[in-house]
């Protein structure tokens, strides 16, 4: 039912000219996981896909780390590690997304992604923060920060939204914090209302996205949360 109504709301979108970004575009989905699997990963994957399609853009979506060879990586315009938990990368393949990214290669990091490669300090950086911990799915306020960013450019000032709501080991430093939950809305938050929930930056070449949002099956059929992840994905890409 959440995969009829996510394919549903983004023929509506499109239909209604939210399609604005050039086409050619490609994707890489990563959902690797080596500790906490998400259910809500299929659904995501199969919204990004329509999304793409509906722009013009390519999309491979795959969980085998081999995947990251500079052959693969060529011509990607953004690799998005969806709801990737542990260790998911080799050396191998780690060297070949840092050199990726060099070359101006995108980076989106949906939700777990920080949960992810703790040991490679320069992934550490790229996402900007580690998960430590969360309480339980509920209902909080989301504050806009920066609407001249793709990734919020069509939210509201503030709204309610339901996910579940990371704590991070340290804020992420040098980067451009696009929204914060609102603290005093939830229970659990350990940020003192200091709490980014999604921030940008450009990072030893490329550029870098993430958002804590994409929890549920539910985030990827509502209507704020496809906006936001697609103007992420514009973003990082260079395409905004």
Known sequence: MIRLLALALIGTLVAGGWAAEPAGGKILVFSKTAGFRHDSIPVGVEAIKRLAEAHGWQVEATEDGGAFTDGRLEGVSVVVFLNTTGDVLDATGEAAFERY????????????????????????????????????????????????????????????????????????????????????????????????????????????????????????????????????????????
């Not at 290669?105 to 550490?124: F, K, L, Q, S």
């Not at 996402?127 to 339980?136: L, T």
């Not at 509920?138 to 996910?163: G, Y």
């Not at 980067?175 to 914060?180: D, I, N, Q, S, Y």
């Open 101 to 240: 990214l060099r070359r101006g290669g995108g980076y989106v990091g949906v939700h777990a992604a920080n949960d992810t490669e703790y040991d490679w300090p320069w992934y550490g950086k790229l996402v900007g923060a580690y998960f430590k911990s969360h309480p339980a799915i509920q209902d909080a306020s989301i504050v806009v920060l920066d609407r001249n960013h793709a990734a919020t450019r069509a939210w509201p000032e503030r709204f309610t939204h339901r996910d579940e709501w990371y704590n991070f080991r340290a804020n992420p430093v040098g980067v451009r914090v696009l929204a914060r939950v609102d603290e005093t809305t939830y229970k659990g938050g350990t940020h003192d209302n200091d709490h980014p929930i999604a921030w940008c930056h450009e990072y030893d070449g490329g550029r870098a996205f993430y958002t804590g949002l994409g929890h549920t099956k539910e985030c990827f059929a509502d209507e704020r949360f496809l906006l936001h992840l697609w103007g992420g994905m514009a973003w990082a890409a260079g395409r905004e």
